[in-house]
């Protein structure tokens, strides 16, 4: 990829958050910046993940996960979720992260964070150097009125929005 789309393509401002899932005794949460809503008759997300990622071989096993929107004071949590592997690792565990349960999903959602939104599988699509998941949106929740944590330029911004 050329230095002008890397970029241009890093001008894009994406919020920053967790795909979670629970499958059995195995909790892991990933960080991820590519995702938006892409329908809202039902409602739909969809997020962009690497085809490698350990929580993708647990969503695919339960066939639903959790998609939580951090704030901006939650970047060592985007941090620390993106940098290690939840074969190896207890993330939950080793952050402290609090947790409370989904009110339709097996997956708890993580408290404290701006949103979580419980989905269903709706589709799985490979495409380019990721894996497409689209998700029915079967419940939510709304935690804090703090502002979002950014992904901006290939890192983790912080914004006056």
């Given at each position: 990829?050329?230095?002008?789309?890397?970029?241009?393509?890093?001008k894009?401002?994406?919020?920053?958050?967790?795909?979670?899932?629970?499958?059995?005794?195995?909790?892991?949460?990933?960080?991820?910046?590519?995702?938006?809503?892409e329908?809202?008759?039902p409602?739909?997300?969809?997020?962009?993940?690497?085809?490698?990622?350990?929580?993708?071989?647990?969503?695919?096993?339960?066939?639903?996960?959790?998609?939580?929107?951090?704030?901006?004071?939650?970047e060592h949590?985007?941090?620390?979720?993106?940098?290690r592997?939840?074969?190896?690792?207890?993330?939950?565990?080793?952050?402290?992260?609090?947790?409370?349960?989904a009110?339709?999903?097996?997956?708890?959602?993580?408290?404290d964070?701006?949103?979580?939104?419980?989905?269903?599988?709706?589709?799985?699509?490979?495409?380019?150097?990721?894996?497409?998941?689209?998700?029915?949106?079967?419940?939510?929740?709304?935690?804090?009125d703090?502002?979002?944590?950014?992904?901006?330029?290939?890192?983790i911004?912080?914004?006056?929005?």
């Open positions: 990829m050329s230095s002008d789309i890397s970029r241009a393509l890093g894009i401002a994406c919020p920053c958050g967790l795909v979670g899932v629970k499958h059995g005794d195995k909790h892991d949460l990933t960080t991820v910046a590519w995702f938006t809503q329908s809202s008759n409602p739909q997300v969809m997020v962009a993940l690497h085809p490698k990622r350990y929580v993708l071989e647990l969503l695919d096993a339960t066939g639903e996960f959790v998609l939580t929107i951090l704030a901006d004071d939650q949590i985007a941090t620390f979720c993106g940098s592997t939840g074969r190896n690792v207890d993330k939950i565990k080793e952050l402290g992260i609090v947790t409370e349960p009110a339709v999903v097996a997956t708890p959602r993580v408290k964070a701006l949103a979580n939104l419980e989905c269903k599988v709706a589709g799985r699509y490979p495409c380019g150097d990721h894996i497409i998941v689209a998700g029915q949106v079967v419940a939510a929740g709304v935690g804090s703090k502002k979002p944590l950014l992904y901006f330029e290939h890192k911004a912080h914004w006056n929005l």
